[in-house]
């Protein structure tokens, strides 16, 4: 989980990809992890689902994070079809948030046509139970024909930069731009900004009489006209 224990991915945000599969381009460092961690443990603390994660190769990094979330861990092996019945097994029964750890190292040693048809088969599974998935690569693929494919299995396709996270429309430009944590913050700061401004035009008992008063002496005068 991020330094913060108390932040929370803001409600806009987690809307838009509770219940879809959702793939996230980042840069190359670790920062990542963190913010994935924080949608991780949103999502879980709002819908109280359990999480499986999906991993190819080496043990996850996630399970290093202080994430307040119970885990299922779940190789996914070279034999995809042994998966996807393991999976499904698990999907027969709740919902889950879904993981896939070390993306890019699988996509990098599978062939695309079973590693397409994997991924397929797999978010449609998500798809049918509601479950969330969520996916991240370390850079945008260069091969165009990749790409397109790509963006059509998933439903949300994202762009890290920060705490900032830019949606990717089918033509492959931004369409629009979220604050990770952008609406928490600004809530707590417009409630504060609202509550002085309140006070300070907050009238006295004293102050209100006086002011029916001479509201009440307008309107008898205004009739008289």
């Known amino acids: 989980m991020s330094k913060n224990g108390s932040i929370r991915v803001s409600t806009d945000f987690l809307k838009l990809i509770e219940g879809k599969c959702s793939l996230f381009f980042h840069y190359e460092d670790s920062q990542h992890i963190e913010l994935l961690a924080d949608m991780i443990t949103s999502l879980e603390f709002g819908s109280g689902l359990p999480v499986i994660c999906m991993h190819w190769g080496k043990s996850p990094a996630y399970t290093n994070l202080n994430l307040q979330a119970d885990i ?9 079809t042994n998966t996807l019945i393991g999976l499904g097994k698990l999907l027969a029964d709740k919902q889950f948030i879904i993981l896939i750890q070390n993306f890019d190292d699988m996509a990098a040693a599978v ?44 439903d949300n396709i994202f762009r890290m930069d920060g705490n900032m996270m830019h949606k990717i429309g089918r033509s492959g430009q931004a369409e629009n731009s979220y604050n990770l944590f952008g609406e928490e913050l600004t809530t707590q700061v417009v409630d504060t900004d609202m509550e002085k401004i309140r006070e300070i035009f907050r009238l006295t008992p004293e102050e209100q009489q006086e002011l029916d008063g001479i509201a009440s002496k307008k309107i008898k005068d205004f009739n008289i006209t």
């Open 72 to 80: 299922l861990l779940l190789p996914i092996s070279r034999n995809f």
């Open 111 to 154: 062939d695309r046509k079973p590693l397409f048809r994997f991924l397929a088969i797999l978010l449609n599974k998500c798809s049918e139970k509601n479950s969330t998935l969520l996916v991240a690569s370390g850079t945008r693929p260069k091969d165009t024909e990749y790409e397109t494919d790509i963006n059509r299995l998933f």
